[in-house]
């Protein structure tokens, strides 16, 4: 295939990951490398089980994702610290306009995007604790590593450029703090996101990665009643892609900015509603995107 026409289809198979990035950050945490999720590493008590729908839209360009999404969290005791596990099932419908050899592509794809499975564990400062003991809990430091992959069931058809699902897999290690001041929590964590490849990318052409190096931070403020806000950063590099071992485009080197507000409704229930922006493009991969979502928990060890 000519250079040039890899260069337009790897441009446009890579903006549903980045979008579908915002999508999994605002519904269960941390899973993709371009995500500014507030809280990855907090303290819950043991036995808690937390449900979370949400629905959000992301741009980019031309391109719109528009998501549903469904995650369930469960809390456990890992070597006397609270850890907890989730997994996130998506559907989603993409529209957008791309210019492949000249030519104007209109691209339309809908389906079940790949769920998300993570492990999150905190190694210092978030003991395991009780319904009852968690009452008395004050957070200091907490340290903690966390583990997300993508499976890839999603909807995806070979003939076509744009898809909801990747036909891939990734990989993401983390680690991160939290440290409390007052009612602030200042976070800072690191990331790599490590892609398998597409071996039936437009055909039988091999879609391949590099890693993803990313780090974040974030500013929380929790009011007297619980609701918190949150200001976030995040900056990531690499991801120079390939077909066919051809290298197209180039590494990335993006900033992301973005903000959180969470509400309590009652004990049980809570509203979240997220921006994000793209402030810095290398490669002009960026996105802005807004989600909404409802929490309800339940459970905890008495």
Not at 274 to 300: E, M
Request: charged share 10%.
């Amino acid at each position: 295939m000519d250079p040039s026409l890899f260069r337009a289809l790897s441009m446009l198979v890579r903006m549903p990951p980045l979008l579908m990035a915002f999508v999994i950050s605002v519904i269960c945490g941390n899973a993709y490398s371009q995500e500014i999720e507030a809280r990855a590493y907090s303290n819950a008590p043991i036995g808690m089980n937390f449900v979370t729908g949400g629905l959000a839209q992301a741009k980019s360009g031309t391109y719109t994702l528009n998501t549903q999404a469904l995650s369930l969290t469960h809390v456990l005791d890992v070597g006397g610290q609270s850890s907890r596990i989730t997994l996130l099932l998506p559907y989603s419908e993409l529209t957008g306009t791309g210019q492949l050899g000249g030519q104007t592509i209109n691209a339309s794809a809908e389906g079940l995007s790949d769920p998300m499975i993570k492990a999150s564990f905190n190694l210092y400062g978030a003991p395991a604790l009780n319904n009852s003991e968690f009452k008395n809990y004050q957070q200091d430091l907490i340290i903690g590593a966390s583990v997300a992959a993508t499976i890839p069931w999603g909807q995806y058809n070979s003939s076509q450029m744009i898809n909801v699902g990747a036909n891939r897999s990734l990989i993401q290690p983390a680690m991160g703090f939290s440290q409390a001041l007052g009612p602030w929590r200042l976070e800072l964590a690191g990331m790599a996101t490590i892609y398998t490849s597409n071996n039936n990318f437009m055909g039988n052409n091999t879609l391949s990665q590099n890693p993803i190096y990313s780090g974040e931070t974030h500013a929380i403020y929790y009011f007297p009643n619980t609701a918190w806000i949150s200001a976030d950063l995040t900056y990531f590099t690499g991801g120079q892609t390939y077909v066919n071992g051809l290298a197209v485009n180039g590494i990335q080197e993006n900033w992301r900015f973005g903000g959180t507000f969470s509400y309590p409704i009652d004990r049980q229930n809570s509203i979240r509603i997220t921006g994000g922006k793209g402030v810095y493009s290398k490669t002009d991969t960026s996105y802005n995107a807004i989600a909404v979502s409802w929490q309800y928990r339940w459970g905890g060890t008495p």
